[in-house]
């Protein structure tokens, strides 16, 4: 649930980083700008193998970066918001405690996303043309229409425990243009082969030929 407290802190921490985000939007245009491969999107509940994917993706095909996680971009607000309530934590340590404080990441960030959608996503194409860890059905969709995002790929692993701070699922992410399924249910080998049969399906609709 967005509090007021939540939304006070997170608009302080937007208005903390002006400088950080006019740099951000800089770096984003100067990449689209330079690089001619459509951006893909890794999705699905935590630890289904969205940054492997991801890393694997940036490592074996031309064209494709990784700048990190939303998790990643979004560390400058969280640690600005913990510290305003009195936990003066470096962001190693903020980073650390992610997982445990993951309600509290979640409910923020929400907060974040109520004065800007897209902001995690464009911190996160600033740095690359790969997106991973969006949790908001309306950051999702503010992220397509504006273009951040061409090809989505929903990661399924049926090893690992539901997400609630997942908005949406595999059902709402079909319905976009471009959107796929991949399977994640064996080990890192057989999930490497799944990437790489599944990647010419994604490169002959990218503008990189």
Partial sequence: ??????????????????????????????????????????????????????????KTYMGYRYGGSSSQAALPFVRHALMSLGFDWS???????????????????????????????????????????????????????????????WIENPNIAPDPTMEYGEEQVLKFRNSYTLYNADDLASFHETLQAFAPMVLAKSRIQ
């Fill in 91 to 153: 962001p190693e340590e903020v980073w650390n405690c992610r997982h445990e404080s993951r309600e509290f990441w979640f409910e923020f960030l929400n907060a974040i996303r109520a004065f800007d959608p897209s902001v995690l996503v464009r911190i996160s194409r600033s740095e690359g043309n790969i997106v991973v860890g969006i949790r908001s059905d309306i950051e999702l969709a503010t992220a397509v229409m504006r273009g951040h995002i061409k090809h989505l790929v």
């Fill in 1 to 58: 649930m967005t509090t007021p407290l939540l939304l006070e802190l997170a608009h302080a921490a937007l208005q903390g980083q002006v400088e950080y985000l006019k740099r951000v939007e800089d770096r984003l245009q100067e990449f689209n700008k330079n690089n001619p491969v459509d951006p893909i999107a890794f999705l699905g509940p935590g630890r289904t193998g969205k940054d492997t994917a991801a890393e694997f993706w940036a």
